[in-house]
């Protein structure tokens, strides 16, 4: 018992004295490394964009029939163009407030592409008008339409100083911006008090149409004449297909 006691220490001893540490595995090894020695990862986000402003509409025009309804002043039986013949242009335009506005007006249907074509270089122009109604607003009334610097175009009535029928009778004149572009007389009077500080040209000022300007040029590609280039009387809001 003793000498098998013995020998069982001996064997447990050797076994205990010659162990080594274990050895990693060369996979192990590789994926332990590949671990301590890899990068931080660092996530990247990206910058939101600035949002930009909100830019304006682009120009539009609706080109429709006029119901009797909407120039119950401005027209009636026996004016020299036929209602049937007559357009409602309802357009976008750049306001006095540096802002964009839907204003109307109504010419006659032969000129609605040279009205439209015209417009829509000022609005990209962003070339102000004061506004743009029906003279019917008015009552078709002239003098206060322009009182009010109402840019208009149809108005069955005679010319001024005249008998004969005013080229708005015929829907192929357009006034713009009346009170910056006012009518003048021959000695330098204007029947509008204030409009009288607009009576000279050239001159500066918001909406103001000056000779030889690009106004005057785009409405002169469309074949419209404009009043201010009249001998004596000056209609500096005038601009007609063809004159008159």
């Not at 590949?34 to 660092?42: E, F, G, I, K, W």
């Not at 910058?47 to 509409?57: G, K, N, V």
């Not at 040209?201 to 409405?219: L, Q």
């Not at 009043?227 to 063809?242: C, E, I, P, V």
């Amino acid at each position: 018992m003793k000498r098998t006691a013995a020998m069982a220490f001996v064997v447990l001893a050797s076994v205990s004295c010659g162990a080594r540490e274990p050895v990693a595995s060369p996979d192990s090894m590789t994926e332990t490394a590949a671990t301590s020695s890899a990068a931080p990862v660092s996530a990247t986000v990206a910058a939101s964009p600035t949002p930009s402003p909100t830019a304006p509409p682009k120009f539009s025009a609706k080109v429709s029939r006029v119901a009797r309804d909407r120039v119950p002043y401005s027209w009636q039986s026996g004016c020299p163009v036929h209602l049937r013949d007559l357009r409602l242009i309802t357009m976008t335009y750049w306001g006095f407030d540096d802002k964009p506005h839907t204003g109307e007006l109504v010419v006659r249907e032969t000129v609605t592409d040279d009205v439209v074509t015209v417009f829509r270089k000022l609005y990209d122009w962003r070339w102000p008008i004061k506004q743009m109604k029906l003279v019917d607003a008015y009552k078709a009334d002239d003098f206060d339409s322009i009182e009010a610097d109402n840019t208009s175009a149809f108005n069955c009535r005679r010319a001024t100083g005249s008998s004969n029928w005013s080229n708005h009778a015929y829907g192929e004149a357009i006034d713009i911006n009346p009170r910056e572009n006012p009518y003048v007389t021959a000695s330098g009077s204007t029947a509008h008090e204030n409009a009288k500080k607009f009576t000279k040209r050239p001159t500066k000022g918001k909406g103001v149409v000056n000779p030889g300007d690009k106004v005057v040029k785009a409405f002169a590609q469309v074949g419209w004449e404009w009043g201010g280039y009249w001998s004596g009387t000056k209609d500096f809001q005038h601009f007609s297909k063809g004159g008159g």
